[in-house]
């Protein structure tokens, strides 16, 4: 944000448009306990360059993924980004692009949400998608806050080992929603059986068995990828009501955690009450192909009361960057680096599996797994990190959860699986 200056006057004035006699006014409805007493603990007044020089010993603590091994990932996945996609997105006509709410003077921004919702479309092997949502999370929130209207229930089956961060961020939205909750069995007081494949701990999980029990109770089946290339190796999800999740490995870097891109699929029957927007094809007055917004059923666009999300944008950026990615790969290079992925976490197991006490913990994994060690994981993890190498996510008091991607070299491994040995003898 652009630095703005502002006299003393010039606040005087804006204070006395607004009818407040003082900025401390604007804060009258906060609770006194809610203010800091004293001074906050912040230095004190610098000029730029101090505070350049400050922020970047700051950021000179992190260590960036490239630097070194990295095996970290967890739902948000080291992957490589092709140079196009950073070029076009930093065009003007898409990087300052607002809402297309014009059709006419956006059919490029309107054309790009339509192959990105085709692709997502099938991936997922569903017939409809959106045109994006803020992050796996809120992708799953709404996912289930669909299905409760769908049928009118409010329990929630968690029927795999779910991302942590995705189960806080939908405990807020079940928190607010009037006799919702968890129960660990599929009956007809369920909305909604959430599976997420691969789940947490990398395993892979088939889809029939929950299918088969949503069909006899009436529950919808909702499934939650959050890596996304594993839908290059594993079958597209089509048993499912809908399916939604995290969209970074294509095209977008980490990022200390976004932003990133949620996807949101489902069947045309259930199109009514998708969340967000949906972007659809025409003919304008000439006969010729256009793009326009088919559905908005936000609560910017109609009845609050009416609406189905309080998501109030798209990711149209990001969404941008994953269609361009993918569209660099095509289906047979997303197949290929989903395979790449696949094989390298396959050459990673099998080394850490060489090293005495350490144990694969999934059977069944994509690009992610767990360990298991003889001595505290986040003690190992630390002195790993002495060595410059990023292990993993600490999941247990001595299991590791590690990925690997194709970004991840045979020297990566042998690194690895030679450090933990040292570090474990």
Same mark, same amino acid.
């Given at each position: ?18 009818? &407040? ?97 085709? #692709? ?19 992708? /799953?929130?709404?996912?289930?806050? #669909? ?23 939908? +405990? /807020? ?10 129960? +660990? ?9 959430? &599976? ?20 006899? /109770? ?24 809908? &399916? ?5 490995? !294509?095209?977008?870097? #980490? ?18 009450? !998708? ?47 994953? /269609? ?30 060489? !090293?005495?006490?350490?144990? !694969? ?40 959860? &590690? ?23």
């Amino acid at each position: 944000m652009r630095y703005l200056p502002q006299t003393k006057k010039n606040r005087e004035a804006m204070l006395e448009k607004i009818g &407040v006699n003082s900025v401390d006014d604007l804060f009258k409805d906060v609770p006194k306990k809610a203010f800091v007493k004293g001074q906050v603990d912040l230095p004190e007044h610098m000029s730029e360059l101090q505070v350049e020089r400050t922020l970047g010993n700051y950021a000179n603590q992190n260590r960036p993924a490239i630097s070194g091994p990295f095996f970290l990932g967890a739902g948000v996945y080291h992957h490589h980004i092709p140079s196009t996609g950073d070029y076009i997105i930093q065009r003007s006509e898409f990087l300052t692009a607002y809402t297309p709410y014009q059709p006419e003077i956006a059919q490029g921004t309107l054309q790009m949400i339509y192959e990105y919702q085709t #692709m997502i479309a099938q991936l997922t092997g569903q017939d409809i998608a959106n045109a994006s949502l803020y992050d796996g999370a809120t992708a /799953t929130a709404e996912a289930v806050l #669909m299905a409760m209207r769908l049928t009118k229930r409010s329990k929630v089956v968690l029927a795999t080992s779910l991302n942590p961060q995705y189960k806080d961020v939908l +405990d /807020t939205y079940m928190w607010v929603t009037e006799n919702a909750g968890y129960v +660990d069995d599929v009956s007809e007081d369920v909305a909604a059986v959430i &599976v997420q494949t691969p789940d947490f701990h990398g395993n892979v999980h088939g889809l029939d068995e929950w299918r088969k029990k949503c069909d006899e /109770t009436g529950a919808k089946l909702i499934v939650v990828v959050t890596e996304i290339l594993s839908l290059g190796l594993c079958p597209a999800p089509t048993q499912a009501d809908i &399916v939604c999740g995290e969209g970074q490995s !294509i095209g977008l870097p #980490m990022s200390y955690g976004g932003p990133h891109l949620g996807f949101f699929a489902c069947r045309e029957e259930y199109l009514r009450q !998708i969340p967000g927007r949906l972007c659809g094809e025409t003919v304008d007055a000439d006969g010729k192909r256009a793009f326009v917004l088919t559905l908005s059923t936000r609560e910017q666009h109609i009845r609050r009361e009416k609406a189905t999300s309080n998501i109030c944008t798209n990711q149209g950026l990001c969404a941008l960057a994953f /269609t361009v990615h993918m569209s660099l790969l095509g289906e047979d290079g997303f197949k290929t680096l989903s395979q790449i992925n696949h094989a390298q976490a396959g050459k990673l197991a099998d080394a850490l599996a060489k !090293i005495d006490g350490v144990k !694969i913990e999934t059977e069944n994994f994509f690009n992610e797994f767990v360990v298991s060690l003889p001595k505290d994981a986040q003690e190992i993890c630390d002195a790993l990190a002495e060595k410059n190498i990023t292990a993993g996510l600490v999941v247990g008091e001595k299991d590791l959860l &590690v990925a690997a991607t194709e970004m991840t070299t045979e020297s990566d491994i042998e690194a690895f699986a030679s450090a933990l040995k040292d570090a474990l003898a």
